[in-house]
């Protein structure tokens, strides 16, 4: 599961803030009580004369309980079942090969206290089996190591303080300063990375290192009281200014506007966003191309189709049916 994924949480219909180069953007801005929502992609063929189904990722299905929470998705090959979706917590995992015949599934389970993985299963259609019992070492009062197949996790005080693979080759560290907390990735010993995250898991700065893990530059991000990122600063090395992106937000809370420059030089508009009456992005120009977001909709007023188009075309569309709580 990437970072994105595992950072959606509860707020699923109300207030998504995902990416729009991530697949749950279509999970933003959803009405009434969906049960499943099935999507399929498609776009232009390589001589761009017709649009054509995305076989090889273009298909997924998200399931949901009636507490709006995800507790499956299901894509081309595989279906995930949750313990806890915000968590990235896997109860299944199932694999299928091109004719749609089960080839492997892991199955997890769960300590109820506190949470952690006891044991781990793998089952192939070989019929081998495979069971990993992730252990808990109490080291001292205050702290232990959760074993996994491939990594360790080290609490102290209830708060994981470093994460690292069995050949000690990857490192994770983690420092908490008051609300926030800090994670450093190290390989071989060499940092690679350093993200430092606000209370509410808000990334609020990154450090940039070079291959040699020398410090080249940071990113700092800001933003409101309503957790909406309003200004990004980012300072490099080889940058002779700091550079400034300022994000304007309608009455709706509704990005409008991305403006980009330095306080040397001052702002200029870079990306303009325009929306339906559904809150639904309908315009975006900037970034070299200018793009407009077409869209169908049922009766509870989710889209069941979306077209961008570009210099007049259809270029990209997306169907997806959905099945509501009675």
């Given at each position: 599961?990437?970072?994105?994924?595992?950072?959606y949480t509860q707020r699923n219909h109300k207030d998504s803030n995902m990416s729009n180069n991530s697949g749950l953007i279509?999970?933003?801005?959803?009405?009434?009580?969906?049960?499943?929502?099935?999507?399929?992609?498609?776009?232009?063929?390589?001589?761009?004369?017709?649009?054509v189904y995305m076989d090889d990722s273009g298909t997924y299905t998200f399931f949901f309980n009636e507490e709006c929470e995800i507790i499956k998705e299901a894509g081309r090959t595989s279906v995930i079942t949750y313990y806890n979706f915000?968590?990235?917590?896997?109860?299944?995992?199932?694999?299928?090969?091109?004719?749609?015949?089960?080839?492997?599934?892991?199955?997890?389970?769960?300590?109820?206290?506190?949470?952690?993985?006891?044991?781990?299963?793998?089952?192939?259609?070989?019929?081998?089996?495979?069971?990993?019992?992730?252990?808990?070492?109490?080291?001292?009062?205050?702290?232990?190591?959760?074993?996994?197949?491939?990594?360790?996790?080290?609490?102290?005080?209830?708060?994981?303080?470093?994460?690292?693979?069995?050949?000690?080759?990857?490192?994770?560290?983690?420092?908490?300063?008051?609300?926030?907390?800090?994670?450093?990735?190290?390989?071989?010993?060499?940092?690679?990375?350093?993200?430092?995250?606000?209370?509410?898991?808000?990334?609020?700065?990154?450090?940039?290192?070079?291959?040699?893990?020398?410090?080249?530059?940071?990113?700092?991000?800001?933003?409101?009281?309503?957790?909406?990122?309003?200004?990004?600063?980012?300072?490099?090395?080889?940058?002779?200014?700091?550079?400034?992106?300022?994000?304007?937000?309608?009455?709706?809370?509704?990005?409008?506007?991305?403006?980009?420059?330095?306080?040397?030089?001052?702002?200029?508009?870079?990306?303009?966003?325009?929306?339906?009456?559904?809150?639904?992005?309908?315009?975006?120009?900037?970034?070299?191309?200018?793009?407009?977001?077409?869209?169908?909709?049922?009766?509870?007023?989710?889209?069941?189709?979306?077209?961008?188009?570009?210099?007049?075309?259809?270029?990209?569309?997306?169907?997806?049916?959905?099945?509501?709580?009675?």
């Amino acid at each position: 599961m990437n970072i994105i994924r595992n950072k959606y949480t509860q707020r699923n219909h109300k207030d998504s803030n995902m990416s729009n180069n991530s697949g749950l953007i279509k999970l933003n801005n959803l009405k009434g009580a969906i049960k499943q929502m099935s999507h399929k992609d498609y776009c232009l063929n390589e001589d761009e004369s017709a649009l054509v189904y995305m076989d090889d990722s273009g298909t997924y299905t998200f399931f949901f309980n009636e507490e709006c929470e995800i507790i499956k998705e299901a894509g081309r090959t595989s279906v995930i079942t949750y313990y806890n979706f915000s968590e990235g917590k896997i109860l299944r995992w199932e694999w299928y090969d091109e004719g749609n015949n089960l080839i492997q599934y892991e199955t997890y389970e769960y300590d109820n206290i506190s949470g952690f993985a006891i044991n781990y299963y793998i089952k192939r259609s070989d019929g081998s089996e495979k069971r990993i019992q992730p252990m808990i070492e109490k080291i001292n009062e205050n702290t232990f190591m959760h074993h996994y197949e491939y990594y360790d996790d080290l609490y102290v005080n209830d708060k994981l303080v470093e994460r690292r693979n069995h050949d000690n080759i990857m490192r994770i560290k983690y420092e908490y300063v008051g609300s926030s907390h800090t994670e450093k990735r190290y390989i071989r010993g060499v940092i690679q990375s350093s993200y430092t995250f606000n209370e509410f898991d808000f990334l609020i700065k990154q450090m940039f290192y070079d291959e040699k893990g020398v410090n080249i530059g940071n990113e700092i991000l800001k933003y409101d009281v309503d957790n909406k990122l309003i200004e990004t600063i980012t300072n490099k090395k080889e940058y002779k200014f700091p550079i400034h992106e300022v994000y304007v937000y309608d009455v709706n809370n509704l990005l409008i506007e991305k403006q980009f420059g330095s306080s040397e030089y001052g702002l200029e508009t870079a990306n303009k966003y325009e929306y339906d009456s559904q809150k639904n992005l309908i315009y975006k120009s900037g970034d070299w191309e200018n793009a407009r977001f077409q869209y169908t909709y049922d009766d509870c007023g989710n889209w069941i189709e979306m077209m961008t188009i570009k210099d007049s075309r259809v270029v990209f569309k997306t169907t997806r049916e959905i099945e509501y709580f009675k």
